[in-house]
């Protein structure tokens, strides 16, 4: 019987793996029936509440995580992301913060994925500031995460929408850009920097900017109904 918490983990991790979550929280439970406390059990079980939703079950076993292992990076992420899914974004704040201080400069050289996740997280957070209205706080967190991922060109774009409505047009044209260069087929920068150009004066090269946007793809309705504009102010 001494081994059988042994032979639940190894069933539970295997069947986490293959994201069979249902066969997986069984196996997973019994390990900490057994008197075991394992961090990563409760990591694992952290994620399947959370891909079930049950964000309240999901946030417990993350912090029950931290509790046995505080440097536990992942878990740390997990929890940030279930706090800001409910709209706790403070202390989703404080956590990838934490995560951060911890990493220290092995955080520009670090897991990618990890990365990722955490300039995630700084855009939602500048998302919720946006929505309040408060646009230099939204701004502070997008460059934290375009810092983070300057290859991501989504985040580059919103980092320019919230420029261009700041009344920052110039910055949002150098962001609007450097999504482009980063990523060429990625259509929404092309069209915002579009935008931002036109509202420049700058109206040959938006054009140009949304010719760009229907040569990769023709059925752009944005991209269509901008030139229409543009012809029709023409006459």
């Given at each position: 019987m001494e081994e059988r918490w042994k032979h639940d983990l190894s069933l539970g991790r295997e069947h986490f793996d293959k994201r069979e979550f249902d066969k997986a929280e069984g196996y997973l439970r019994q390990v900490l029936a057994s008197g075991r406390a394992y961090a990563d059990v409760h990591n694992m079980l952290g994620i399947i509440y959370h891909d079930r939703g049950n964000f309240e079950l999901a946030q417990e076993e993350f912090e029950r995580a931290l509790a046995l292992n505080p440097r536990y990076t992942e878990a740390a992420l997990n929890l940030a992301v279930t706090y800001n899914d409910v709209g706790r974004y403070q202390e989703a704040r404080e956590?990838?913060?934490?995560?951060?201080?911890?990493?220290?400069?092995?955080?520009?050289?670090?897991?990618?994925?990890?990365?990722?996740?955490?300039?995630?997280?700084?855009?939602?957070?500048?998302?919720?500031?946006?929505?309040?209205?408060?646009?230099?706080?939204?701004?502070?967190?997008?460059?934290?995460?375009?810092?983070?991922?300057?290859?991501?060109?989504?985040?580059?774009?919103?980092?320019?929408?919230?420029?261009?409505?700041?009344?920052?047009?110039?910055?949002?044209?150098?962001?609007?850009?450097?999504?482009?260069r980063s990523n060429p087929r990625y259509l929404p920068a092309r069209v915002q920097l579009g935008i931002a150009l036109f509202s420049l004066g700058r109206k040959d090269e938006a054009a140009s900017e949304w010719e760009q946007a229907l040569e990769i793809d023709p059925a752009d309705q944005r991209a269509q109904m901008y030139l229409r504009m543009l012809k029709t102010a023409k006459g």
């Open positions: 956590v990838y913060e934490r995560v951060q201080s911890l990493s220290g400069s092995q955080a520009q050289s670090g897991d990618p994925f990890a990365l990722g996740k955490i300039a995630n997280m700084h855009a939602d957070t500048g998302q919720a500031y946006a929505d309040c209205g408060m646009m230099a706080e939204a701004i502070v967190e997008l460059r934290k995460a375009v810092v983070l991922c300057p290859q991501f060109a989504d985040l580059r774009t919103r980092l320019g929408k919230l420029y261009r409505d700041s009344g920052d047009p110039a910055a949002a044209v150098k962001e609007f850009d450097e999504a482009k």
